[in-house]
């Protein structure tokens, strides 16, 4: 295969580059001439960002060389903290964490590389790409600060992660012609000099100069983004008129190369949103406007891809601010999620020709869909059951109060807090649980009885005296928030509960995290709940689960190998939850609000034969025991 004879070429030419050449490459910058030098010659990159988490592995290739036919002749992409370490000590670099291979795959696509490790990242994943664990070592962490604590985490975790790019630098052979310090700091309330400059340095003493050092913020907050002897770079979208904007940057750094190192030809979406959309026109404009200028661009995004399993994150904004991110990370970028190319694609395409040659890379055309069909499925159990927390729970905690997802030690998913109500004064008496982050499905003596949510906000039910008296409250973590002063986002129920004014203590708290694949099969397996049931309660359509999260299962059947292709699953009918498919977590779906009511399944994900399908329904029956395979996304509607 082609593609596969360029990817071993690249790698051989990374690996003489790393063994012969690399006291011949330099990247810096020419302060003096307001640009970058590439082995002494001037240079100017056209990147895009595809972060390579959001995509299967088995995907980066087609994107990358997608990228390459487009022009660009630069990637960039963030390095996610949580993903590669996860939990205190173990670090991940396999699958798709598999950074090194991702870093080889642009080489074999004559793409350079522009790394940006954070530490924090944003990028809407789950606290910004911190590991949640630093919440349950160090509860009082003061993050993106010289908190003692914090520093002494990046060290370790910076350690580890230059271990493995530092071959792959620009003046070490590789392809990594810059690597960002920190992360749009100067949208950060804490504004800490001493953090920036220690930052830099414990950057620096990784990189030793082979490769360019830089940071990335909007052009009205760089007093407390810029660092000193750090090239400072803006991001922003269309605009009329880049004067004032390229003005503010020279303000603080009065030469050097301009940079829009996050131009936006999109923008992210959270659910009960409209899908963002930026037209071709508005962004085409100023792009070559930036491009007369001599400025350097990287598009964010040029391959959006997917929030898979529960890596998406959440802002401070709305009603009760908070707003949990859509699965799909479309983005409404060049590349659609599937990583086809776009009008806004072709269109740009064309602008870059005009600055820089086109390499003889054909663009691919759209990778093969297929609507597969309808599958039905089966009703097994549901989640409060004795069986299932037997098989799903992760631990059981008493305490007086209820405790954290992160003092429990756990990532996501769902925890059960239950305690017996006390004698009530009034009928009805008011349940509160202002501390509900973010979402708690509240049931009484095991029958459901509201909703408390973060993001109304509210968190008040009228109980009834006739209702029962053992409380329990099922917790959802729809994903921490990434951006702004709040990224110590704990989850759970972070305060009192109270009936009346009364504190309600004693609580027992079942951990469901979600992550063991294995054991929803070994339930499925074992569990005879719905026989026992009639399947009667778990069949009554598009009504509330009245008894907890339901389980269902089927199987989706392709015939030959040459049937295999992306697909879309359709949630339509079904309320709040995850999918699994062969074990892969798609993601969480929200169809009841919208926007985004199909799930992308890449072709990667499926196998000639039986396809394993398992459905975690958090709230309402389906419209029917079935699920639907599209071959177009629906990323636009509500199903209510």
Sequence with gaps: MKLGLGILAGTLLLLGAISGISANRTFTVDYENDRFLKDGEPFRFIAGSFHYFRAHPGTWQRHLRTMRAAGLNAVTTYVEWSLHNPRNGDYVWSGIADLEHFIRLAVGEDLVVILRPGPYICAERDMGGFPYWLLKKYPGIQLRTADVNYLSEVRIWYSQLFSKISPYLYGNGGPIIMVQVENEYGSYFACDLNYRNWLRDETESHVKGKAVLFTNDGPSVLRCGKIQRVLATVDFGATKDLRPTWAMLRRFQPKGPLVNAEYYPGWLTHWTEPMANVSTESISQTFKDMLDSGASVNFYMFYGGTNFGFTAGA???????????????????????????????????????????????????????????????????????????????????????????????????????????????????????????????????????????????????????????????????????????????????????????????????????????????????????????????????????????????????????????????DMSGWGKGIVFVNGENLGRYWPLVGPQVTLYVPAQVLKAGSNRLVVVEYQQMPTSMELHFRDTPILNARTV
């Design 315 to 569: 802002n401070e904004i709305g009603p009760g601010n908070y707003m949990a991110d859509i699965t799909s990370y479309d983005y409404d970028a060049p590349m659609t999620e599937a990583g086809d190319p776009t009008p806004k694609y072709m269109a740009l395409r064309r602008i870059i020709a005009r600055y820089l040659p086109l390499p003889k890379v054909p663009v691919p055309g759209p990778v093969p869909k297929r609507a597969y069909g309808t599958v039905r499925l089966t009703s097994c159990c549901t989640l409060l059951s004795e069986e299932a927390r037997q098989r799903l729970s992760k631990g059981f905690v008493q305490s007086a109060t209820p405790k954290t997802f992160e003092a429990l030690g756990q990532y996501s998913g769902l925890v059960l807090y239950e305690t017996w109500l006390p004698s009530f004064k009034r009928d009805p008496s008011i349940l509160n649980v202002a501390g509900v982050s973010d979402r708690g499905y509240v049931y009484v003596d095991g029958e459901y009885v509201g909703l408390v949510a973060r993001e109304i906000p509210s968190f008040d039910i009228a109980l009834s005296v006739s209702a029962g008296r053992k409380l329990q409250i099922l917790v959802e973590n729809q994903g921490r928030i990434n951006y702004g002063r709040k990224l110590n986002d704990f989850k759970g129920i972070v305060r009192d509960v109270r009936l009346d004014k009364k504190v309600l203590s004693n609580w027992n708290m079942t951990q469901f995290p979600l992550e063991s694949y294995d054991n929803l099969e070994q339930l499925i397996a074992e569990s005879n709940e719905a026989a026992r049931m009639g399947f009667q309660e778990l069949r009554k359509l598009r009504t509330i689960l009245r008894n907890g999260p339901a389980i269902y299962h089927g199987q989706l059947e392709i015939q030959n190998e040459s049937d295999l292709a992306d697909t879309y699953l």
